[in-house]
């Protein structure tokens, strides 16, 4: 009988696994979004939209459908779906695989500054008007109210309503990936002062990092979040379908 796996997802990486495990035919692949874009993504796989309902939903649900392995491959700072994730596999005894993007690590001409929320962020800007752009979720936006006197371009997937309560901001609409020469005019074009964003990984969203490097730019990085500790741990796609090979042969392909 087809293994059945749910993979919490809303990453590049979630659908990358998918796809590769929906090509086989002895996998039940479904991939689950908390349904945060108005554009859902094609996955490559069955999908499903919406919280479960805490972790005690998830139980239910992992029970219900007879997942057989659960992969946590959601962003690195969707904190409370991970924890959850990490309780309801505990609870019912199902395989858990996380996989997380390593940090993207400092290299020479980085003018890094990390802080550990969004308010820091706000305070490390400094009181001095500066023209800084933001790349956060819509979600992130508010702290940044509190400090009106900068210009903030803004990029975000869907648009920020309602928008930022401050006399100077653009907003970009647009989904990643992003590309270093397209980050360098757009922040060129903005004569961008600082560049606020968090450490997300992965190659998608690295152009700002890049480009603000090459412009010399200071950069405040938003710090990850505390995530569960899990046993099963990956970085990539092609070490979670080791993983998930190696573990469903054990049990019992
Ligand atoms: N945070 C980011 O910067 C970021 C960036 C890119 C993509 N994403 C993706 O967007 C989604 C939401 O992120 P978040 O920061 O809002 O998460 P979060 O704060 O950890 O989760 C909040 C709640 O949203 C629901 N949820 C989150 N991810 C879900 C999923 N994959 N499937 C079903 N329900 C989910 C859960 O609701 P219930 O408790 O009702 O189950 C969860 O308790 C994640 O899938 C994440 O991978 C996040």
Redesign the pocket.
């Known amino acids: 009988m087809a293994k059945r796996i749910l993979i919490?997802?809303?990453?590049t990486e979630?659908r990358e696994l998918a796809s590769a495990l929906a090509a086989r035919g002895d996998i039940a692949v479904t991939v689950?979004?908390?349904?945060?874009t108005a554009q859902v993504v094609a996955q490559g796989a069955p999908t499903r939209?919406?919280?479960?309902?805490?972790?005690s939903?998830?139980v239910a649900h992992l029970r219900d459908e007879r997942i057989d392995v659960l992969v946590d491959?959601?962003?690195p700072?969707?904190?409370?779906?991970?924890?959850?994730a990490a309780r309801a596999a505990g609870e019912t005894n199902t395989p858990l695989l996380a996989l997380r993007r390593p940090p993207w690590q400092r290299v020479t001409g980085d003018d890094w500054r990390e802080v550990a929320s969004e308010t820091e962020a706000v305070a490390a800007l400094g009181r001095a008007p500066r023209r800084v752009f933001v790349a956060l979720?819509r979600?992130?936006l508010a702290p940044f109210a509190a400090a009106p006197q900068h210009f903030y371009l803004i990029r975000s997937v869907d648009p920020v309503e309602p928008p930022l309560a401050v006399p100077h901001a653009t907003y970009v609409l647009e989904r990643g990936p992003f590309t270093e020469a397209a980050d360098r005019a757009l922040m060129g074009a903005h004569r961008i002062e600082t560049v606020v964003c968090?450490n997300?990984g992965g190659e998608a969203a690295y152009a700002k990092i890049a480009a603000a490097r090459g412009l010399r730019l200071p950069v405040v990085l938003i710090a990850r979040p505390h995530l569960p500790d899990v046993a099963a741990r990956v970085g990539s796609v092609e070490e979670a379908l080791a993983w998930l090979g190696h573990a469903l042969a054990l049990r019992g392909e």
């Open positions: 919490l997802g809303g990453t979630a689950s979004l908390a349904g945060r939209i919406g919280g479960f309902g805490g972790a939903g998830l491959a959601t962003h700072y969707a904190a409370e779906i991970s924890a959850n979720g979600k992130e968090r997300s």
